[in-house]
């Protein structure tokens, strides 16, 4: 039998099915290095020790999609190894904050499975759960995606569709966000005047700014994480398949749009939650990624004095200014969409 | 209004007028990993704490020019975002010697203007110094830009032209080394048998080897500065620029010229300070860098026993090998020179 | 006199003769990141500080091929600057773990010297010793290379060649692994429920996963190890030479087969010896690597209980997956090969 993983296919997975993921992660200040000359990132506290110690971090937190994207990563090879497509998460909250020299490690539980009608496919439902070295939650997230069946003819399980939020509620808000000392806040240390009182639900933001994505960027970024998702790879096969090129990785694209939207939501210092997000489109390297804002909800959190919550939807473009806002159409998104994200951001009051 | 950042255009400025800029950066090992990754420097007191402590530091000081790069972007968003030329520096210094841990923050002080005769555009003058955590100055530079005006009709502001020096004064050179413990010094580790009495005004070295530049490369060294400038970045906007591509960072030339002389110049192993440097062509991605350096002045110092300066004149070129030494001309610079850096070095005596 | 580095010609060596390297190096967190980054490796053992201490390390030990990268990169500038080929290496044992913090230096001592007939060329074998702060010998190896003579008219020496071992006998195994608590091992957490019993002599193992590779990415690998050989660096030269582009470092291929071969072999936890390599076929960037391993031997070793030792024979390909194990043929090697690597790795019993 062979030794290599050959990942799980849809009958391989049952409801309740706990699966621990492989290869912990201890993250340190070189990865941190490594993330800021990926993205170019330029929120302070997740950059000066000075600033986020005045503020009530113990040190420089690390930014919350590094955490998101080393905990994907290691669902991977379990999950997601022969997935046709990755169809969404939602209910993602960030609950600890994590700091260089934490180790990281991943759990995955089955909570839904559906096969789909033509009998070669169906749709798990996982909740995965990233943990540091005191076992405390840092990250909860549900996924879904399509993932073939190893033998069409193994029958289909009862339907079991998990109760998903489709946006996280207020007051589950801010567990990974130590309270923020105001005095600490240094406007043009942070790079913005602007606090949550000057965001308003409907304002709209371009953030100006494009990225071009080269292969070797993209690449690094995936095994950064350890995430050895084979599309990523592979230009060998990628050739062949259906779009004769390597896919980035679509965690790299939100990584891009949040350093992006520095420019313009530069207080918005944590993502306290992702309530879901659609990747419209593979983006490929050569492209260049803009984005744009859209407040949607401003929230002041009743167990919070110091800091609101902003409801942001992000949306991301490939070689398309986004002066204009494009975006979600009556049907389907206007050309050149590749990213809608829907998320919290904490921002002082 | 508009929550981005315009930029500050040249009526913005002010004589007298103080900048904080945004984004402080605690600087890492990784930091420096990525440094060495990028260039491939070869200087041994940068590269080994036993070394470096061997010769009186308490342990591995960053290069030089990272120290530079870091600072230098921070002061981007403010100064020359709408800069359409960076003109030169002077006058710059290290002033304090910065180790993985420290936090640099940026300011600057605008000290000259000059509005042009089109009355579209006009130079500004600044001083920038940079900081560590303990509000230790660690590097003092002054320089200037070419900013568009927002609105042509605006008044001009009385000229004003800072006094800079052409060469920084040899007394002003060393604060950035401790004492050498020259006994600890070994040449073998090193890298090169050769001291500052070895080295004569007027010779000259071709460092010999050549280093082409990858577009992910000098994204990656930009962003790792969380330098924003437009023009390093984005592909889509720069087809249809000037040169049709994206412009490499000139600190990312400074760096490569650095580290390629480490043949020729190995115990040269501190940039105590830069006299000037002119930024003579572009680079673009696909180009090999190669450099040779001119010893302009060989200085002992009256304040230091241990050390000794060069004053050297390094000129890069890309796709030219400088066996001819390449430079300058009675008219303009030989076909593919794009750096004349002019900077103090330190050596053993 | 020209103060740049010539490298040594074949009569500058002479048997016995003891050569200390530049360049010490301080390994750190920010290059085990960058490591990662660069071949996507997911040997937990390499990548939790929770569980290697939970096995008995006292914190994650560096990848033992990083150990190797930077330990041959200080040894290039004497060695092999005038090398016409790389022939060979053998004897390589890794002896104490390596820790971030660690400062490396190396030396290499003449052991074989054999002018080729031509007149031109000889071979120089030297034995290279990689040592930490406190001087004990972290890797040790025997390499030759055929090296160009200055002065074709120079006497040839007298014939030396030194007397190597084919393998490296197993009781020699095992010096840079610490004695592992086997209730520490977790099957989940390290990605494999395959331990030393389950391999046996003659199987076969094809790894799957294919990796292309980037320009940047070698580059940057190769400046990280610090290793200046100047045909893995410069197009504007190597454009006019035999390939027409640059070559990829080979211990650049050595370790994408090691992260490649975590499919198939994830409880191989530790390289303790390289046995001799040979680089088929050089690489080039755009090429994808493939690799599968063959088990040629399975030891228990009589000084351990807690790991047994396997002899793997690793070949990697480019652009030519390994379902087939394409490999040696009676004439050469199978189309595609690039890379043959016998090397011995532990795995917990």
Redesign the interface.
Known sequence: M????PGNFFEDFSIGQVI???????V???????Y?????????VQ?????AMALGYPQ?PLDDMLVFHVVFGKTV?DISLNAVANLGYADCRFLAPVY??D?L?ATSKVIGLKENSNGATGVVYVRSTGTN?NDEVVLDYARWVMVRKRDVTAPAPDPVAPDLPTVVAPDMLGAACPPIELDGWDA?????P?RFG?YSRGER????????V????H??????Y???A?VH?????EAEGRFGK?IIYGGHVISLARALSF????SAFHVAAINGGRHVAPLFA?G?V?CWSEIKETVVLDHRSDVGALRVVTTATC?V?CSEYPGKLDKGYADGVILELDYWVLMPR
């Open positions: 062979s030794k290599t993983n621990r993921h492989a290869t912990p992660r201890t340190t200040e070189g990865d941190v290095s490594l800021t000359a990926l993205y170019g990132s330029r929120f302070a950059s000066s020790d000075a600033l420089v090879p260089p020299g180790t490690s070295q043009d240390l942070i790079g913005s602007y000057h933001i371009d953030h100006v700014d494009g990225m071009t080269e292969e070797a960027e690449m690094i970024a995936a095994r950064l350890q995430n050895p084979k790879f592979n230009q060998h096969t390597r420019n313009g939501l530069g050569g260049t803009y070689d200014p």
